[in-house]
């Protein structure tokens, strides 16, 4: 299996940047692609960014388009997720997950996930 571990969550003002990680461990040939999730209170979990493990391809939601930016490095089997001009909608617990086929925006596309990270955005 793959484990996942996320890292780099908190609070921040709005405006301000966070850069969340996701190191993976195990079967790591295996990925396809790695993805990060978002869920808040009340709401269902929402896509927001993956990317290719073996090609430089991104895709992102469009609520977070020219804000956040996914990069991976594979020699470390982590991603990453580079946040700026943070809003208050932005608040949910951010998840790491990956894929090992050809992926969508849907959660249950994809097979290991992590534990989460908390990312408040607030005054």
């Known amino acids: 299996q793959v484990q996942l571990v996320e890292s780099g969550g908190g609070l921040v003002q709005p405006g301000g940047s966070l850069r969340l990680s996701c190191a993976a461990s195990?079967?790591?040939?295996?990925?396809?692609?790695m993805a990060w999730f978002r869920q808040a209170p009340g709401k269902e979990r929402e896509f927001v960014a993956a990317?290719?493990?073996?090609?430089?391809?991104?895709y992102d939601a469009d609520s977070v388009k020219g804000r956040f930016t996914i990069s991976r490095d594979n020699a470390k089997n982590t991603v990453y997720l580079q946040m700026n001009s943070l809003k208050p909608e932005d608040t949910a617990v951010y998840y790491c997950?990956?894929?090992?086929?050809?992926?969508?925006?849907?959660?249950?596309?994809?097979?290991?996930w992590g534990q989460g990270t908390q990312v408040t955005v607030s005054s």
């Open positions: 990317i290719d493990w073996s090609r430089v391809t991104t």
């Open positions: 997950a990956t894929t090992r086929a050809p992926y969508g925006g849907r959660p249950k596309e994809y097979s290991y």
């Open positions: 195990g079967r790591t040939f295996s990925i396809y692609a």
